[in-house]
């Protein structure tokens, strides 16, 4: 709840000096003519000191100075907001304070960086802005004959008091944003056709490359597959090395055996001399034994003539001796036995030696051959290889020639690579712009059903038909409520649609309907002072309306001129209404029950004819300076 102290006010429009208390009224009645400062005192006075704001000259806050004195304007205003106190002092062309607005809360000052920070801090705290103030507690001339207005200017002045006024101006602007995202969707997809248009004329021409470029590829390897195929394997000469190697061992082995083969040599000669000695011995011995034989067989049948001698002692041989001699040659015979029986012996036995170093000798004879076969092996097998070695290095040199060939061949440049290159390089730039433009597009699209939201929920159909529906039964309770304080003539009900003769359709239209029990079906059909009548219910209903909107009631209601050309039953009636409010409801009639309640009700007139309905009055005059005084009661 805003509870208002007592306004203290300096050379502020036509006042000079005045202070008014607003708290614990009651219902007050403010008297005077036209002119006299009503306005300046009850209604300017509080919406300067708080908003800073005239009703009279909007934010030109210069012109509220009291032009005769021209400087040091001063309002003081004491509120309390849910208890908490709060003191606001609007200065202007103050000779102290200059252009300030001080703000206290309980004691301390709270005011802003600048005058504006203070207001804003002061709406914050009220929790109403000035249009809210205004409306719920301010009831004016302007909204007065409202159920006369057209439905347009009626939606539009329920839709100020919901404070919903700002609403199709944001509806053009969703609209536009709206409008704007799906252009903008539109010119993205276009460039996204463009770029995809050229991406894909350079992927053909990627792909015509790459295929001219596999080609090539697969030329070269061909290529290189043929020259490959003229590569020989060279001929090892392992084996045969190894071949070498074991002849040459061998050829030694036996190199070495055959070297004593010289000793062998000279062992068997000495033997062969021997022997041919014995031999040639024997063969004489043998001949004497012939010679012997021939000898004894001859003197067997021969006779011994005289002068015979022995052939071999000389001596002269007899007959008898003949015999002796046969013996002799006998005995001779045996010694010559004996000793060729010798030689053979010796004979044998040397030829026995000789045997095993001859059969050595036949052995090593074998050896020497078999080396000689060795060493022409080993030479065939040299031979070999450095045939081997010669067809090797020509191989070699070839399979040299074919590497080098190869190497050529992978060396040849694929001029197709550097076409798709170029092609790539140029397709990139395209290709992330593409990108970009998907995931913009994608963005821009999520939000689009947002803003089609947006525009619908702003739209009449939205929001504001919706806040607007909500409040009629309220408001039709309250009209109800009202109509029924003033003499219960009049069903006055609000509809926020109008059912279109024509076509029976329904379209969105705001709407208040009167029902005079005793006459007319429509507003327009009623007298005027009827239509008054009517006009200060709904003033009271769309002033309840204001007031609802707001999460903090304020103790006043301010009535500024309405009561002009209502008739005196209709005036009775509503300072009726107006006085029950400013009591506690315990305190009421029955009927007055459902009536909100109001601390301090003010009631501004110039109609003197009034005057007596009120306990508690204010005179308002000018003096002779021009200044506005007071006179309570
Ligand atoms: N800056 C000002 N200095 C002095 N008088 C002013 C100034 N601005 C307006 N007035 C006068 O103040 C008078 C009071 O007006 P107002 O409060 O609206 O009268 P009413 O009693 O009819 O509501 C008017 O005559 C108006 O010309
Ligand atoms: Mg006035």
Request: net charge negative; with cysteine.
């Amino acid at each position: 709840m805003i509870r208002f102290g007592k306004v203290e006010i300096e050379n502020f429009l036509s006042i000079g000096n005045v202070s008014i208390d607003f708290s614990n009224r009651g219902l007050v009645a403010v008297l005077g003519p036209n002119g006299a400062g009503k306005s300046s005192l009850v209604v300017d006075s509080i919406l300067y000191g708080l908003y800073g704001l005239t009703e009279k000259y909007g934010n030109e806050r210069d012109k509220v100075i009291n032009r005769f004195v021209g400087k040091d304007c001063h309002i003081h205003i004491p509120i309390t907001v849910d208890g908490v106190n709060v003191e606001i002092d609007s200065y202007r062309g103050h000779h102290k304070f200059k252009d300030e607005v001080l703000l206290k809360i309980d004691g301390k000052d709270s005011r802003g960086r600048t005058n504006q920070y203070t207001w804003d801090k002061i709406v914050k705290i009220l929790d109403m802005d000035a249009i809210g103030f205004q409306n719920s507690i301010i009831f004016g001339q302007s909204m007065s004959q409202y159920a006369g207005l057209p439905d347009a200017q009626q939606k539009a002045i329920v839709e100020r008091l919901l404070g919903c006024s700002w609403i199709p101006k944001a509806y053009e602007l969703a609209k536009t944003s709206s409008f704007e995202l799906t252009k903008e969707l539109v010119l993205i997809a276009d460039r996204f056709d463009v770029l995809d248009g050229k991406i894909e004329k350079i992927k053909t021409d990627i792909d015509f490359y790459t295929a001219k470029y596999t080609d090539f590829e697969g030329e070269r390897a061909k290529k290189i597959k043929e020259v490959l195929a003229g590569i020989k394997e060279l001929k090892s000469t392992k084996v045969l090395e190894k071949e070498i190697k074991e002849y040459q061992d061998k050829i030694s082995t036996n190199e070495a055996l055959v070297d004593g083969q010289v000793q062998l040599s000279v062992d068997i000669r000495k033997l062969d001399l021997e022997i041919n000695g014995f031999e040639v011995k024997n063969t004489a011995v043998v001949a004497d034994m012939a010679k012997l034989n021939k000898k004894i067989a001859n003197l067997a049948e021969t006779k011994i003539a005289d002068d015979l001698r022995c052939d071999i002692c000389g001596q002269t041989i007899t007959n008898e001796s003949v015999e002796d001699f046969v013996k002799h040659l006998n005995s001779e015979l045996e010694l010559k036995k004996t000793e060729t029986y010798e030689y053979k012996i010796k004979i044998k036995a040397r030829k026995e030696e000789r045997q095993p170093l001859l059969d050595e000798q036949t052995n090593l004879q074998k050896l020497e051959q078999n080396n000689r076969l060795l060493v022409s092996a080993l030479n065939k097998a040299k031979t070999v290889i450095s045939i081997v070695d010669k067809e090797n290095a020509r191989v070699e040199e070839r399979n040299e020639n074919c590497h080098k060939r190869v190497n050529e061949i992978k060396k040849e440049t694929n001029t197709y690579q550097d076409s798709i290159d170029k092609l790539k390089k140029e397709m990139l730039p395209l290709s992330e712009e593409k990108d970009k433009l998907t995931v913009e597009y994608k963005t821009k699209k999520a939000d689009l059903p947002y803003h089609e939201f947006i525009v619908e929920f702003y739209s009449n159909r939205g929001f504001k038909s919706f806040l607007i529906e909500s409040v009629i039964p309220a408001m039709n309770d309250y009209a109800a409520t009202y109509s029924h304080a003033l003499g219960g003539k009049f069903d006055i009900t609000f509809s926020p649609q109008k059912q279109l003769k024509t076509k029976g359709e329904v379209r969105e239209k705001f709407n208040v309907e009167v029902f005079n029990r005793q006459g007319a079906e429509v507003y327009e059909g009623n007298s005027n002072g009827e239509r008054r009548a009517i006009d200060a219910v709904v003033l009271f209903v769309l002033g309840e309306l204001a007031s609802n909107r707001l999460n903090k009631r304020v103790s006043i209601l301010i009535l500024d001129d309405v009561f002009e050309k209502l008739d005196d039953e209709t005036c009775n009636s509503i300072i009726k209404v107006l006085k029950m409010m400013s009591v506690p409801k315990g305190m009421r009639e029955e009927e007055y029950q459902d009536l909100p309640e109001r601390e301090s009700v003010f009631v501004l007139t110039h109609l003197e004819s009034l005057k007596s309905q009120f306990d508690n009055k204010i005179q308002i005059r000018r003096d002779h300076n021009g200044f506005t005084t007071i006179e309570e009661n």
